[in-house]
């Protein structure tokens, strides 16, 4: 009886720790999909505050959006992903206009990317290509500085639905 007991203890525990929190401030980014950490119906939602607490980076790098060099802060993309439980090979990352690029999930788990929440310390607004900009590390990778990961690079993220 105290092994079930032992046992029961331990799934309960392993299974929180599997839990994705209820954001408490704006839902910011919404990842749904093939995701197996739901926080809010069959999708998992994260508010800033959330993005913050994730594994992340600080990158200083130029780009064809901005002037000059930019640092750039934000959650890994792979870390987001982990967090949501994602499991699939495409992720289609939708802007608020519905604009999407299709980006396969090797660009999360091979490169450095992140969802930049902010650019030289201060939030991404909705003006400046926020709440989140998918950034490819241009500073670590200079081979990824070309039009096909341009093409990716979303701003104005709203969602991320991950396909098989």
């Known amino acids: 009886m105290r092994i079930l007991t032992v046992l029961a ?3 309960t525990t392993a299974t929180s720790a599997w839990s994705l929190d209820k954001p408490t401030g704006p839902v910011v980014l919404t990842v749904r999909g093939a995701v197996s950490n739901a926080n809010a119906g069959n999708t998992a939602q994260f508010d800033m505050a959330m993005l ?3 594994t992340g980076r600080t990158g200083r790098m130029k780009t ?52 930049a929440t902010r650019a030289n310390g201060k939030l991404l607004s909705v ?35 991950v396909q098989p």
């Open 9 to 11: 203890l331990l799934l």
């Open 52 to 54: 913050d607490k994730l």
């Open 64 to 115: 064809p959006w901005t002037e000059g060099e930019t640092e750039f802060k934000g959650p890994l993309l792979r870390a987001v992903l982990e967090a949501a439980g994602a499991k699939g090979n495409v992720l289609l990352v939708r802007a608020l206009n519905d604009y999407f690029a299709t980006v396969p999930m090797e660009d999360a788990t091979a490169h450095d990317t992140m969802l």
């Open 127 to 161: 003006r400046d290509k926020g709440p989140l900009f998918l950034i490819y590390p241009f500073d670590l990778e200079p081979a990824l500085y070309n039009e096909k990961f341009f093409s990716r690079s979303v701003w104005q993220i709203k969602e991320i639905e």
